[in-house]
Nanobody, 121 residues
């Protein structure tokens, strides 16, 4: 069974940078996209960024465009989210997701347990 494990969260001041990582164990060939969701305190989960596995086509939420970069290392089943110019409103638990339903991240597939990012200072 596919499992996803995030790492790299932490406390960072506004304007700072952080890179999240996600390792996928027992990779499946039918995974069409991988990406990131986040959930801020008291709010619903929202998609942040997604990348297709066939051609590495990226997608970003408007709120993070120009600040976040998604990438992956297919050989090592790793997914990354480089986050720059972080804002307090980026504070959330970030989840790694893997999608077999479609070549976009709808959150209908596997989820990791999340890693907390706190932007404060």
């Amino acid at each position: 069974q596919l499992t996803l494990a995030e790492s790299g969260g932490g406390l960072v001041p506004p304007g700072g940078s952080l890179t999240l990582s996600c390792h996928a164990s027992r990779w499946r060939r039918d995974i069409l996209a991988v990406g990131w969701f986040r959930q801020a305190p008291g709010k619903e989960r929202e998609p942040v960024s997604c990348i297709t596995t066939r051609d590495d086509y990226p997608w970003y939420a408007e709120s993070v465009k120009g600040r976040f970069t998604i990438s992956r290392d297919a050989a090592n089943n790793m997914l990354y989210l480089e986050m720059n110019s972080l804002k307090p409103e980026d504070t959330a638990t970030y989840f790694c997701v893997a999608e077999t339903f479609a070549a976009h991240c709808y959150g209908r597939g596997a989820w990791g347990k999340g890693t907390l990012v706190t932007v404060s200072g």
